[in-house]
């Protein structure tokens, strides 16, 4: 079984970039898109990003766009999500994800999986 495991969260302060990774055991993002989503204290998980597919640019949650990137690096068989421009609001767990060509386009969490145990980013003012 494949599995995701994100690392390089910590404490920062707001308006610091923090590069999270994502290391698959296997070659899972051959076959699928690989996505960030967020667990914010005390709320539901919430999409973040997911790469794009053929001619369609990556999506982003409206509350990261222009401030987060999703980018992959073959070789290393992993995936990044660089966040620049911190806010305290960005304070969550982010989890590493993939979901299918089929459903790209899906915000949904449940279009999404395996997942990852998530790292945490806290975002002090």
């Known amino acids: 079984q494949v599995q995701l495991v994100e690392s390089g969260g910590g404490f920062v302060q707001a308006g610091d970039s923090v590069r999270l990774s994502c290391a698959a055991s296997?070659?899972?993002?051959?076959?699928?898109?690989p996505g960030w989503f967020r667990q914010p204290p005390g709320k539901e998980r919430e999409f973040v990003a997911v790469e794009g597919w053929r001619d369609s640019s990556p999506l982003y949650a409206d509350s990261v766009k222009g401030r987060f990137t999703i980018s992959r690096d073959d070789a290393k068989n992993t995936v990044y999500l660089q966040m620049n421009s911190l806010k305290p609001e960005d304070t969550a767990r982010y989890f590493c994800?993939?979901?299918?060509?089929?459903?790209?386009?899906?915000?949904?969490?449940?279009?999404?999986?395996?997942w990852g145990k998530g790292t945490q980013v806290i975002v002090s003012s």
């Open positions: 296997g070659r899972i993002f051959d076959d699928s898109l």
């Open positions: 994800t993939t979901t299918s060509f089929s459903k790209f386009g899906s915000r949904a969490a449940g279009d999404f999986g395996p």
